[in-house]
């Protein structure tokens, strides 16, 4: 089954905004064996919407509509849809009554306009959205004598997903012809692309009937391995087959076999090891704990840890010596190391991990650029350090160097 | 004039992958007056990309394809918009020599399709491309008795950005009409989204002649406007005049009228009091001094801080006392006062920020549910404290408590 997905607001038409939906809708469409052949973003002019959804009508079989389901004059996918199909609204009673109890409830006046949310496309199925007041539809319709599916979700992402999850998945699954699809994500960490690509390319390039998509993002690599089969087995015999020997390419590189973000398997093997994580943080400002902490349940093993962005800082927080720091410099492995000792002696950890770098775009001198970064990881057996010299901007730096510093973490721990 | 983008290759109808050129695109198209009205992703097929070429002729003044200028057999642009335009192509001898001469230079044989790059539309102008072997194409053209500009340019960004400027912006700057613009962006924070609409809609609405697009994140409001004129200080004034009446209106929500964003503000008006902060994050894990610390310079007002994620940490960096934490919980204002004080003596900072809260999803009791959040801002002065209940998942309510975090620092320094 081909499908197009629609992102409707001129937002998404500005240099400021952008549709990032569609990447988790295509990610569940592929998983049903529902291939996403056009995308395309309109503005909130009816004539245009209109237009581009009679254009998908006559590609694709199922149009997938993102947003203007709102209550403003601007929100108007309910009515192109239904220009565009000769379907005709009406008010259904039954939302009419949830958003007036919505309005109650937040013991706010509702407006006459929020009534537009209610409106429903005659033949079509109401998706109820617990996340806001804009309920889906579905709609399972015949245009120019075939079979078309129409599904309006809401735009904001944290309405669309779990609409989309709950309430068009389904729908979907008992639509779309049975297929049977293998998928593994294979990621690794800090290997050299022009590495991953002399050790990958070679292996995967012999499997024609796997689709391998490779995605290299700040010293995280991504490996795609999808497979469509006549029955699960064979799918999943060959997508194994190519994700084994890949594994064994990547050797330590590899962090996970799952689609696990690398902060998920740090956490995942501090709890086997029963251990906990600190962090000092200089030049990556807190986007390493950020990162952790943005794992559900990670409180179990990360304790926190200090942002040391001022020199004073780096003594009150880790004891840091003052003279250390006048003799190496803030930015040396050996600051690195006595921060990485400190946070963990301060707060009882048992892993201590520092950053300390210069992340630009100023700040660097002939003998530390920009980009240079020292990291320490430390227990009660030993400390250890090193440093790289990442290139980009601030942004890149800093990314760069969270990903190494978890990796480091994770391979004191394997 | 009207503009489509669109956007070639089956990559960016992947989950894994998306088209960010055309936001730089789109920036720059509007500098001339030349609005994007649709932006269309389309896979290497060559019936699909024939359809997608045709819509757009149909539907605007300028049609720019990127991607799909390759060597391989996926690379159908060229191809493809000689088909939906009827028009035939032919091998540029120049362009082949060309060719010839890179490879040479790279002492690599030349494969033989690689001379499909040299394949040139009739009646196209071949556009340089200093970066890689494919060149764009600029075709100034009729398609039904109606005049259009299709214009062809490589997909990898550091090829389209760079030939983009130098060969197609002079080009559209001769065929667009000479166009004045004006432009501004407002920002407010933590504004009630109903709110905004009640005080702004009145305002905006009244000025037809200026495109306000509205965009609305976890607390952070964002108004631009845009005028276009005759002249440009006609553009200006209108902007300038319904800016003012919006900056009024928004009253201390208004931030920035310039585009910043809300760290820089603060770390603005913290250069300007010559003040420093320290931050104290439990259920934020660093996001907020994370937001701060990528804003170059910020070392000169942020010394950094404690994420306390642990109540130990809470008490042996903020000097929180044990019985406060077992008396109120760690998700109390009490908590946060502590901390905001406490992190404020400990680090010698003007200013101290905590923020303490349970980001979810478990962890939530009937009395402090998930997304209660609590805040404290402390100085030599006073410490004033708050919470919030926030809604979403884990990742919003971080957003949405970094964002009033940061607010409720500015609204101190105001």
């Known amino acids: 089954m081909r499908a197009e997905i629609i992102a409707v607001g001129s937002e998404m038409l500005t240099p400021f905004r952008q549709d990032t939906n569609s990447l988790y809708l295509t990610e569940q469409l592929n998983t049903l064996g529902v291939v996403v052949r056009f ?166 390039s012999t499997y024609t009937d796997v689709e391998t998509t490779i995605l290299a993002h700040a010293g995280d690599l991504q490996l795609t391995l999808q497979c469509t089969k006549p029955t699960l087995a064979a799918a999943e015999e060959r997508v194994d087959e190519l994700a084994g020997r890949m594994e064994e390419a990547l050797e330590e590189w590899l962090y996970s076999s799952d689609g696990d973000t690398l902060e998920q398997i740090v956490l995942y093997y501090l709890g086997l090891r029963q251990a906990t994580l600190a962090v000092a943080e200089s030049c990556t400002g807190g986007l390493i704990s950020e990162r952790i902490t943005g794992v559900p349940g990670s409180s179990r093993s990360f304790l926190g840890g200090a942002v040391v962005y001022s020199d004073a800082l780096k003594m009150a927080f880790a004891g840091v010596p003052a003279d250390l720091i006048a003799q190496h410099g803030a930015v040396s492995e050996e600051v690195a190391r006595a921060l990485a000792n400190g946070i963990r002696l301060r707060t009882g950890a048992t892993i201590g991990l520092a950053v300390t770098g210069i992340a630009g775009p100023s700040g660097g001198t002939e003998e530390k650029p920009v980009g240079l970064v020292c990291f320490a990881v430390s227990d009660a057996q030993k400390t250890d350090s090193m440093h790289r010299t990442f290139r980009g901007d601030r942004k890149r730096i800093r990314e760069w160097a969270s990903q190494q510093a978890l990796d480091l973490v994770r391979r004191r721990l394997m």
């Not at 005709?88 to 958003?99: G, S, W």
């Not at 309920?135 to 319709?141: I, M, S, V």
């Open 39 to 204: 995308k395309t973003v309109v503005g909130d002019r009816r004539p245009d919407l209109i237009g581009a959804i009679v254009t998908a009508l006559s590609r694709v079989d199922v149009v997938i509509l993102m947003g203007g389901l709102g209550p403003t004059e601007d929100d108007l996918t309910r009515e192109a849809v239904g220009d565009a199909l000769g379907i005709a609204l009406h008010r259904d009673a039954t939302q009419v009554a949830a958003l007036h109890a919505r309005a109650a409830s937040w013991r706010i006046p509702m407006p006459q306009n929020n009534l537009k949310q209610a409106d429903l496309l005659e033949g079509a199925v109401l998706l109820q959205n617990p996340m806001g007041s804009a309920p889906g539809q579905w709609l399972d319709t015949v245009y120019n004598t075939y079979r078309k599916v129409v599904v309006l979700v809401p735009g904001p992402p944290h309405e669309c997903k779990p609409l989309f999850d709950a309430e068009v998945m389904p729908r979907l699954r008992e639509v779309a012809p049975p297929r049977a699809i293998a998928t593994r994500t294979l990621k690794a960490a800090m290997i050299p692309e022009s590495q991953a690509d002399k050790i990958l390319a070679p292996i995967y």
